[in-house]
């Protein structure tokens, strides 16, 4: 998890174009770990992984990337994955899919409004635009996560 998140933060500060960073990239994994671990080890479990890895994330982040970022990642993380957390327990018994692409997708988008506001409103960076691009990529690779989230919980 802090991997994940601190590359992310690492690789935000690297625009692709005016519609996506870097850290679009990795950062969506995040989620098929809260996610795989709340399915096979329940919510608390899940919730400990977050929470863990919201302390040692910040603080790499810190380190890889600036203060602002890694202030506006750890705030974003946190609530964001806290509600994925929710999501996939209340969506627990439903078909096999809709559990961890409801929250994963909904967790995607509060995650996204709240980084990109506090990391780069009033900076000049085009950070609605960045905002849009980063959350369809976050949904293309939540589909993308369907086919090894099948696997993973089937060898569970």
Same mark, same amino acid.
């Given at each position: 998890?802090?991997?994940?998140?601190?590359?992310?933060?690492? *690789?935000?500060?690297? #625009?692709?174009? @005016?519609?996506?960073?870097?850290?679009?990239l990795t950062y969506p994994v995040s989620y098929f770990?809260?996610?795989?671990?709340?399915?096979?080890?329940?919510?608390? /479990?899940? &919730? &400990?992984?977050?929470?863990?890895?919201?302390?040692?994330?910040?603080?790499?982040?810190?380190? %890889?990337?600036?203060? &602002?970022?890694?202030?506006?990642?750890?705030?974003?993380? *946190?609530?964001?994955?806290?509600?994925?957390?929710?999501? +996939? @327990?209340?969506? /627990?018994? &439903? /078909?096999?899919?809709q559990a961890p692409l409801a929250s994963s997708s909904?967790?995607?988008?509060? @995650?996204?409004?709240? +980084? +990109?506001?506090?990391?780069?409103?009033?900076?000049?960076? #085009?950070?609605?635009? *960045?905002?849009?691009?980063?959350?369809?990529?976050? %949904?293309?690779?939540?589909?993308? %996560?369907?086919?090894?989230? /099948?696997?993973?919980?089937?060898?569970?």
């Open positions: 998890m802090v991997v994940i998140v601190a590359s992310a933060n690492y *690789l935000v500060q690297f #625009p692709v174009n @005016d519609w996506l960073t870097w850290g679009a770990v809260t996610d795989l671990c709340n399915r096979l080890y329940g919510p608390e /479990r899940a &919730r &400990r992984v977050v929470y863990v890895g919201f302390v040692l994330a910040v603080i790499a982040s810190i380190w %890889l990337a600036s203060p &602002r970022i890694a202030l506006a990642s750890g705030t974003a993380f *946190l609530v964001s994955q806290l509600m994925d957390v929710s999501i +996939f @327990d209340a969506l /627990r018994g &439903r /078909r096999w899919w909904l967790g995607s988008l509060v @995650d996204t409004g709240l +980084f +990109f506001a506090l990391a780069f409103a009033g900076t000049g960076v #085009p950070w609605v635009t *960045l905002a849009i691009g980063d959350f369809g990529v976050k %949904l293309a690779i939540a589909l993308a %996560l369907l086919l090894p989230w /099948r696997l993973a919980v089937n060898r569970g």
